[in-house]
C-alpha cells in the first residue's frame, strides 16, 4: 500500500512552517536591532566618557582660587598648572623680574608666549584681575640653573607678589582654558588671555584656540563648590547626550585638592 500526503496535511504543514518562519525572521531581526540599539548608546556614552575624562584631568590639574563658572551653567573657566616647585627668594616687598626656586625641570618645556609664575591665588579677583602686585606674574622669560638644585626664573617685566606661600609654594601656569556648551556641541578654548570678566572675548577658529571636544549634546551643565577648611572643592559636570533616537545621560563629579 502507497503512503503519501494528503492535500489537507501538506496545506498545514506549509502554515506551520510559515508561522515558524515569520516568527524566526521577527526574533532575528529584534536581535539584530537591539544589538544595533546597543552599538549605538555605547558610542553615544563614548563620546560622553572621553570628554568627560579629559575635563577631569584638566581640571584636577587646576590653580587654586581659579575655576569659574558662568550664570548659564554651560561654561566653566580655569588656569592649568604646567609645573612648579618652591621658591627660595620672590620679589613679594619691592618688584623684580627674579624668583629663585627648587630645581623645577621645566625649563625645557618653557613656553614664553603663555607661561607665568603663581603664587598664593587666594581669590578669583585676584587671579583674573590682572593686578600688579598680585599673584599672578608677568611672562617668563628663561628658567636656568644657578647652582646644584636651585634656580633662576626670570620675568619679562618687573612683577611684585601680594604675599609669601604658606608652603614657599610656587605655580608655573598657562594662560586659562576654558569649556563651554552651544549649539550641540562642547568646545574647548584657549590662547585668549587673562579677562578680568568671563566670556568677554573667545576664538572663533581652530587656529585662533577654539577645539571642538564632543558634540551630539543636548544640554551640558556646569557647578563649583568652593573648598573649604573641612572639604575639597568639587566640580559637577551633568551632560545629555543623543542622536538616533537614542539618549544618554552622564554625570561626574570631580575633586579639586590643588590648594595655594
Known sequence: MNHGFTMIELIIVIVILGILSVGSVRF?????????????????????IIAMEKMSRELREALPNSIRVDGSGECIEFVPIAGGSQYTDIPILTASTTITAVKTNYAASLNTTYDRIAVFPASLSQVYGGADPGPISSLISTIAVIAGDEEGVTLSSNHQFLADSPQRRFFIVKDP?????????????????????MGT?????????????ANSLTSATFSYVSATLSRNGVVSIDM?????????????????RNVP
Open 28 to 48: 532575528i531581526s529584534q536581535t539584530t536591532q537591539g544589538v544595533i540599539d546597543s552599538a549605538e548608546r555605547q558610542r553615544i556614552a563614548s563620546i560622553g
Open 177 to 197: 582654558v576654558t569649556y563651554c556648551y552651544s549649539g550641540g556641541i562642547l568646545f574647548r578654548y584657549k590662547n585668549y588671555g587673562f579677562q578680568s570678566a
Open 201 to 213: 572675548s573667545r576664538p572663533t577658529t581652530f587656529a585662533g584656540g577654539r577645539e571642538v571636544l
Open 240 to 256: 545629555t547626550l543623543s542622536e538616533g533616537g537614542e539618549t544618554q545621560m552622564l554625570d561626574y563629579e570631580v575633586i579639586i
